[in-house]
């Protein structure tokens, strides 16, 4: 605001100064001249118009402030919409209309338990045409992995949402065990209603965010500091900061030394809505591709067929949901049963070889308390909503 203020005051500054001239220049042709008024006259003008230049030349030198202010308010109008950043250097020419998102209302019935059975498994059905043209080429359509929609590689790239890299991970995983994510399930930001991001909004605000930016490890423990500062007006705990410094790492899987914005908001989305909403509210929102996953995940871990399982496979689901990004990608003959977490008996187990991850051992409490499935289902929610967007950062890391 201090930029625009100086820029506003300038243009201000070369207007009064070009007025002054003008007044001055007529009254010298009105008032009888002597040579020490003329003198003083031309020193006065010639210090009058200098101003104007340099008030001139100070107004166009650099980018000017209502371009910064108009790009500025772009982006927060794109967090808002939910559009993501927008791309550069991109042939608008040739592109098609974007989506107009619609972020979804809370309904009356979202607080109550979703009715998922165990027993009864899903059909799972993609649309046979493509979700951006409705044309229908068969073998070229791509599904995505959380929902029912298919798309084409060329409609995806005239959209903006294939470029680069990611035109190669979406031929060569969206026919895999693997899966990839359309860019309506990608953005975890979508899930939130308005009213919870007008509130995710001001505290960015609040806390200085710039949107579209990547953080460092310093200013996101800056930014987790002062949101824990305003939400219980005392200074974060260091366990709870270290914590945080994990989740860095966890959204930094590449050790770049800083995450990108748009994993940043997933992250920070996921977060807000464990804080707003209960986790039977979360339910309602897994589709049935996810629901179907969580079941076979659950039975797979479930050895004796008694409906419970124990605290610490519950555990082992949470840091292990749904690998995205296996170096050795599974064929997509695999049976849909053996995505997401695998037990060490599980058939899948086999071809996987050790777990990318080391799962801390169960502790005598956690052997002892049983879980059963709405009970996964509700301490899996969160992580499995999380796993959605393709990138390979973990958007929320699981508790050890």
């Given amino acids: 605001m201090g930029v625009l203020m100086s820029r506003r005051q300038t243009v201000e500054r070369v207007q009064k100064v070009s007025l002054a001239v003008s007044a001055f220049k007529d009254g010298l042709r009105e008032q ?5 008024r003329a003198e003083a006259g031309t020193a006065r003008q010639g210090t009058l118009e200098q101003e104007v230049q340099e008030g001139e030349e100070e107004a166009s030198a650099g980018p000017s402030q209502p371009e910064e202010s108009s790009a500025s308010k772009a982006a927060w109008e794109r967090l808002r919409d939910g559009r993501g950043v927008e791309p550069e250097e991109f042939d608008r020419a040739n592109r098609f209309t974007p989506p107009a998102f619609i972020r979804p209302k809370r309904e009356l019935h979202d607080d109550e338990p979703p009715d998922i059975s165990l027993k009864q498994r899903e059909q799972i059905l993609n649309d046979e045409m493509c979700e951006i043209c409705e044309v229908w080429t068969a073998e070229s359509l791509f599904p995505c992995r959380i929902c029912h929609r298919v798309y084409h590689d060329g409609c995806l790239r005239r959209m903006g949402y294939l470029q680069k890299d990611s035109a190669v991970e979406v031929t060569e995983t969206a026919h895999t065990e693997t899966g990839w994510s359309c860019y309506y399930c990608d953005n975890l930001n979508l899930l939130l209603t308005e009213e919870e991001m007008y509130s995710l909004m001001e505290t960015l605000k609040n806390c200085k965010i710039i949107p579209e930016s990547c953080l460092t490890l310093d200013d996101f423990l800056h930014y987790k500091h002062q949101v824990h500062k305003q939400q219980f007006e005392r200074t974060m705990p260091e366990a709870q900061e270290e914590q945080a410094a994990l989740q860095f790492n966890a959204l930094d899987p590449d050790k770049k030394g800083h995450i990108e914005w748009q994993d940043f908001l997933s992250h920070e989305s996921i ?20 629901r179907e996953r969580a079941r076979a995940a659950f039975l797979a871990l479930d050895q004796d ?10 555990r082992q689901a949470r840091h292990t949901w749904f690998r995205k990004h296996q170096k050795e990608m599974l064929s997509c003959n695999v049976s849909i049963s053996h995505v997401g977490p695998i037990s060490e008996g599980s058939p899948a187990s086999s071809r996987n070889g050790k777990s990318p991850e080391k799962i801390l051992p169960a502790t005598k409490q956690e052997e002892t308390r049983s879980i059963d499935w709405p009970g996964f289902l509700r301490e899996n929610v969160a992580y499995i909503l999380a796993a959605r967007p393709n990138s390979a950062a973990l958007h929320l890391q699981p508790l050890a």
């Fill in 32 to 36: 009888p001249s002597t040579r020490r």
């Fill in 271 to 290: 977060q807000l809505l464990q804080k707003i909403r209960p986790q039977n509210a979360l339910l309602w929102l897994l589709t049935p591709k996810e």
């Fill in 305 to 314: 067929n008694d409906g419970f399982i124990g605290e610490g496979e519950c």
